[in-house]
């Protein structure tokens, strides 16, 4: 496989196949709670157990005192759709928000969106959490963790429109919830999964409108969730890697996409044969993480190869080894090398 030359990590190109995977004791036991967990919780009939799926993940409260040194708490969005945020605060000295606003550095702002097929997971998940920590003090910025409504219940484009609705409110009354020196004008959205699908489409939709004070100044989306009807070779290839299987990405776009679609929906198959032409959107920079374990990243390749052809700034990053959203799990080393790529990429856009 090629890989772009636009890449800031370190780069190791292999063949993986189903016999050789590498991943650590603890990550393979994780993951396989997590596929039989997911297994009870779904349907036949592409319905979901919500009850059982809400009490499997590992949930942690918001924390107003700082946890190493980051200050969380939620904030309602929608008390009718029940969307809420997670925002995250660096609570360092040079950072925090003090008598003295002249003195405040100012923080980019991250709009986080989660994966999970659409179908499950929440900021409140202990990963989720911890990877927004974490990026919130090592960059540092203040990240805002979203909780969009989820399919079956609420199908294509009920995300989309919950996850835009945050960009709406953070230009208006959003804005009383941060600290001072958050700087709306260096916006990031970001993503993972099924998360980075949303930035996408979110991206290009945010494009379009004038959400001043909000300027989004560039997308990450990790290993992104996107897909089609054809079948690809790392979807043939890795049958046995942890966390997301051809089957389980099949019956997740079942359950959120319009009954009557199929896989080349452009919810699903972003440059496919129903995609809109977004060679006139004046799209940011992108960032694209891609996972050499990942059944997904062919698909994750392809966008890559799209934004490219539509005239889009993009740079890709591949590790060698990392599963599907290896970046919330820390048994993996590359883990805390991505948070540092992701850094980099934020200010080598320069956004003040």
């Known amino acids: 496989m090629d890989v772009p030359k636009t890449q800031i990590a370190e780069i190791q190109t292999q063949t993986v196949g189903a016999s050789t995977v590498n991943v650590p004791f603890v990550l393979r036991c994780i993951s396989k709670v997590c596929t039989?967990?997911?297994?009870?919780?779904?349907?036949?009939?592409?319905?979901?157990?919500?009850?059982?799926?809400?009490?499997?993940?590992?949930?942690?409260p918001a924390n107003s005192k700082p946890?190493?040194?980051?200050?969380?708490?939620?904030?309602?969005i929608d008390s009718e759709t029940g969307v809420w945020v997670r925002i995250f605060i660096p609570c360092d000295t040079k950072t925090a928000v003090s008598s003295s606003d002249n003195n405040l550095v100012k923080l980019p702002v991250v709009v986080y969106y989660h994966g999970g097929g659409f179908?499950?997971?929440?900021?409140?998940?202990?990963?989720?959490?911890?990877?927004?920590r974490n990026l919130a003090r090592e960059k540092p910025c203040v990240v805002i963790s979203v909780h969009y409504r989820r399919a079956p219940e609420h199908r294509y484009p009920a995300a989309y429109d919950d996850s835009f609705g945050v960009l709406k409110w953070l230009q208006s009354e959003g804005q009383k919830t941060l600290p001072s020196n958050a700087d709306l004008s260096c916006c990031v959205l970001m993503g993972d999964s099924a998360g980075g699908n949303i930035v996408h489409h979110i991206g290009c939709k945010a494009a379009a409108e004038d959400l001043k004070p909000v300027r989004i100044s560039r997308h990450v989306l990790l290993q992104p969730f996107f897909g089609g009807e054809e079948r690809t070779p790392s979807e043939l290839r890795l049958v046995n890697v942890p966390i997301?299987?051809?089957?389980?990405?099949?019956?997740?776009?079942?359950?959120?996409l319009p009954p009557e679609a199929n896989r080349d929906h452009p919810a699903c198959n972003v440059f496919g044969p129903h995609a809109a032409d977004i060679s006139e959107v004046p799209l940011p920079p992108s960032l694209v993480t891609v996972g050499s374990l990942d059944t997904l990243q062919d698909w994750q390749i392809r966008y890559v190869e799209g934004l490219k052809k539509a005239g889009k700034?993009?740079?890709?990053?591949?590790?060698?080894?990392?599963?599907?959203?290896f970046h919330i799990f820390d048994m993996q080393k590359v883990a805390k090398q991505v948070r540092l790529d992701i850094c980099k990429f934020i200010d080598a856009q320069n956004c003040f």
Not at 120 to 129: E, G, R
Not at 244 to 256: F, L, P, R, T
Not at 313 to 325: Q, S
């Open 313 to 325: 700034k993009v740079d890709m990053l591949f590790y060698a080894g990392a599963i599907h959203a």
């Open 36 to 60: 039989v967990a997911n297994g009870l919780a779904r349907r036949k009939d592409f319905t979901i157990n919500r009850r059982l799926a809400d009490i499997l993940e590992i949930k942690v």
């Open 67 to 76: 946890v190493k040194g980051v200050a969380s708490k939620d904030v309602t």
């Open 119 to 132: 179908v499950i997971l929440c900021p409140d998940f202990l990963p989720y959490d911890r990877f927004c």
């Open 244 to 256: 997301i299987s051809v089957e389980s990405a099949d019956w997740y776009w079942k359950a959120y």
